[in-house]
């Protein structure tokens, strides 16, 4: 059976000649921006299985009975693949994410009710999964729409303006 | 010319503003709207209909009409009268050619009517077909209302808002105050909008000015702010719309100066506006008649009240003259006046209501139609349930007089009672037909001022009464919206390889698959193509689908879903694979890889991935077998080096040993690349030895600056999509899509291999058996061309004379030097040599059929 490493961006390693780059999907759409934050370097890892067996001190977001979403800090990606139950896999590179503040901007880019959330559903036509603190919002999505939902995002937050 | 200071008045007189209409300048206040500044600038007459182009005035005063329509700042089709004025505006009116007062097009009102009967676009300007071309542009040019400017660019933004809310009152009269007022006392969270600009409230939200303009199954209610439309989910909708003021169909009804009773309370209470010197009213109810005392205060001495329930007159007509309104002839008497107030009742404005699914019904006695059996989650308060004060019920049109005008049952279509008539004596008798035919509801106003009074005409007319009749279906919009504020901000998903910025960066010229921007080409798709077969080339495939198939039943779960076999693949190699829908038509091609004993790892097309990825799922959901499917699409990012060097190119990057024993065709390894782990599937699409490396995404611009960094010397250049068509065709692989259809399977496809038909079972397996049964229809095979022209895609392939096949794909090959394609032809055809006749720019080229690819017919290079 592969491990899949191929899957995860933190198993690239520098070596004499090569030293791999990690790019963000968002980074072209939000640069020079301050308003919201790129979350796509975040450890995301998908654990599908016995989600109650999930026993880490990680972010566990829970997608659907048998399906979870774990959020890390990047280099804690490693530690987490080895320790999750069920069928791991590092979706670090798949999701891209973002972090804005605002109400009203959700209400702009999403149908889904606010006050229900961690939840799924489509933030500016796109599936997403969109968690709350507070007035703070995290979305994420798959990183190849990344570039499309952060123009849409910075759009949004102009016409609020 | 204003009155002294009204008590409740909205204008500000020390806030003066101007704006332009017309070419001169108007001067209103802040408060007023553009109608209300314009007419007490003395300008009465605010439009042209839209059949017979006759003068029309300000009806109702409160944005329920189609009269005062003029184009604001280039934006057509405003309502003036609810507008509020702003300064340095630019006003015109609109369906006119020349002036509002000296309009052309009116010649229609004159000498038109024998040509413009009713329904006259199903009937007239039709023969002698030869001459439409006249008659469309003429019609183009005279139909429709208001102009859009074709150079326009984006002028301002449109926003959608999905808001939610637990109770959502719609009209913020008295009612609808009352209703959010006691919601929110009992502590729901409440929203009240309003179209016109109701005052906040402490208690509750307030949107104004904002219009529902519909209810929409699961409680959507679409709120038009303007610039915002809100798409508002609530548990519980208060309907508080109101009434209608109905209009009275007599002779000369649309002439300017004839209005409806809010208009003038509007004018004098709201903008103190003088609305005429002498007014007669006729009314069926006391708000009618209620009107005079404003009337009197303003000054305009009211001539003759005339009270529908008492004494309701059998004749009722209005002269005048360049189409403003000079007399009133009531049973026999003229009475002269420049005003003329109309009150037919007030309808209830249940059609929200209807829309939500409430029955409507006849009140025979009262005259209206009132809603009942709401949806539970709907409500309606005040006039808008039928509450409201008692009013005759006028009769369905009056008796005319000599000179007095037509009797119009819809100003916004310009219908006359003659109209409906005529529409009924045809035998469009139902009022469902009628309408369609006469269109009569169908304008602006949404049937506010014709809805009640044609049915009435209807039910007179076919000698029987409203309830008869019925309503029309009541529809969103419930009032005019702006495509602009519909289409809300133009962004349109878009898919992108995390490789997409580099491809721009060399200048690629982009194309769609699907959602995925694409690169075409870089510079020049033949050499692009010949390059790879000379050295080495690169092209990012990210944009395939990906999947990873895990579990005990993995292989069971594969060889159900595909023709083909799985169960006996080594580790580490791969296998072509069509997955063939489930009456054996072929759905989509790809690789599948065995990674491991239970471990699969499958590619699919670019655009078939969703729809692959959902037919995996699905069936796993059927099957209930032990088996995983997980998406890897685009946590993957892929590359495809090709070329006779591409070898020595991998040797530089990759920790694997990369000759043929190291890595044999149609191996799968993992390994680094550049420092990135990757796997590494050695196959040909292009037909030249070549690696596809798959990797995670966020090294896409990474990897990809590496293999052109260190490919250099070896003449690496990246290549896009045509040039990857050309060499794919070459190697007759085929695309699904472009060299099939729905209506394709693997064994006419010439794909026998593919399909195990020994196995027990799979998708579609016992289509393929009835192919074999049956015999083929039709072949997929290639051809050359023997003049070297290249055919269109999609070109007839003849065969004495008659249709024998069609061109799926023709391309030009620069490594050949020969013009080749694949094509779908008679099995007679389906043989080595066979020649063809295919349709080329009006005459024929001669073909032959090719059964082995054009290219590295026994995959030499592929295996080198
Ligand atoms: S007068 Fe403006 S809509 Fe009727």
Known sequence: ????????????RSEDLFAPRFASPLARVLAGTTSVLDLSQLGKIEVRGDVDAIDVEAEVVRITPRRALVLCPYEQCAELRARLPGLVIDMTGALAGLELEGEQAMRRLTDLDLEGL???????????LVLRDGSRFRIFFPQEFAHYVGEVVLDVLEGIE | MRLPEQLNERIDRSRPVRFFFAGRVVEGFEGDTIGSALFASGQRVFSRSFKYHRRRGLLCCSGGCPNCMMRVDGVPNVRVCTEPVREGAHVHAQNVLGSLEHDLLAAVDHFGGPFTPVGFYYRTMIRPRSLWPLYERFLRNVAGLGRLDKHAGRTRRFDTEHRRTEVLVIGGG???REAARSAAAAGRQVVLVDERGAPADGAFEVLAPARAIGIYEGGLVPVDAGNVLYRFRAERIVV????????????????VGVHLPGAVRRLVDEWSIKPGERAVIVSADERGLAVADKLERAGTSVVERIDL?????????ARGSRGRLRSVVVDGREIECDLLVMSGGRQPAYSLLAQAGARVEYDAERGIFVPSDLPSNVEAVGSAAGEQEPAAVP???????EGAGRCFVCVCEDVTEKDVKRAIAEGFDSIELGKRYTTVTMGPCQGRLCHVPSIRLFARENETDEKAIGTTTARPPWAPVSLGLLAGRGHEPTKRTSIHHRHEEAGATMMWTGFWRRAHSYEHAANEALNVHRGVGVIDVSTLGKLLVQGPDAARFLELLYPNRFGDMKVGRIRYGVLGTDAGRIMDDGTIARLGED??????????ADTVIEWFEWWNAVWGLDVETVNLTGALAAVNVAGPRSRELLGRLAQIDTSNEGISYLDAKETYVAGVPCLILRIGFVGELGYELHFASPYGEYLWDALLEYGADLGIRPFGLEPQRILRLEKMHILVGQDTDSESNVLEAGMPWIAKLDKEDFVGKWALEHVQERGFREQLVGFEMTDGVVPAEGGQIVL?????????????????GRAIGMAWVRPELAHEGAEIDIKVNGGFARACVRLKPFFDPEGERLRS
Do not use: C, I, W
């Open chain 1, 1 to 12: 059976m592969s491990e899949l490493h191929f899957l995860s961006p933190d198993r690239a």
């Open chain 1, 118 to 128: 961690p939840a799924a559903g489509k933030v500016a036509e796109v599936p997403a």
């Open chain 2, 174 to 176: 008295r009612s609808g």
């Open chain 2, 240 to 255: 508080a719309t109101g009434a209608l003021e109905q209009p009275l169909l007599f002779p000369g009804n649309d002439l």
């Open chain 2, 309 to 317: 329930r008492s004494a309701p007159p059998r004749q009722l007509a």
């Open chain 2, 395 to 401: 009769a369905a049109t009056f008796e005319g007089a």
């Open chain 2, 599 to 608: 471990q699969y790892y499958v590619t699919t097309t670019s655009t078939g």
């Open chain 2, 800 to 816: 004495g004379g008659r249709p024998a096949g069609r061109v799926t794909s023709s391309r030009l090959s620069p490594q050949l």
